[in-house]
Nanobody, 117 residues
Framework: QVQLVESGGGLVQPGGSLRLSCAAS????????AGWYRQAPGKQRELVAT???????NYVNSMKGRFTISRDNAKNTVSLQMDSLKPEDTAVYYC???????????WGQGTQVTVSS
């Protein structure tokens, strides 16, 4: 049974920071392509950041320089450090893990991030 559990969401003021974490069981992030998507109310889910099996990171342009994705193989977690947050970053953030050998993506349940004064 694969489970991805996100944590770290919450309410933060514009310009503030949050760190999201995703803990996995039943799957190893070290052998998966992992990352974060987000979905704002009334909008489609969009990619935020990805970390490859080799550790390469990719970001959507609007997040470059503000968000940092990382992986801890020992703890089997993937994290997203979000700085300089803007109201438009408000969304539910979802962790995912893609197994290339299975051509299958596992998803977490999501964590709410609200940026508001």
């Amino acid at each position: 049974q694969v489970q991805l559990v996100e944590s770290g969401g919450g309410l933060v003021q514009p310009g503030g920071s949050l760190r999201l974490s995703c803990a996995a069981s039943g799957i190893r992030f070290s052998t998966s392509v992992a990352g974060w998507y987000r979905q704002a109310p009334g909008k489609q889910r969009e990619l935020v950041a990805t970390i490859t099996i080799g550790g390469n990171t990719n970001y959507v342009n609007s997040m470059k320089g503000r968000f940092t994705i990382s992986r801890d193989n020992a703890k089997n977690t993937v994290s997203l450090q979000m700085d300089s947050l803007k109201p438009e970053d408000t969304a539910v953030y979802y962790c995912y893990a893609y197994r290339p050998d299975l051509s299958f993506t596992y998803w977490g349940q999501g964590t709410q991030v609200t940026v508001s004064s």
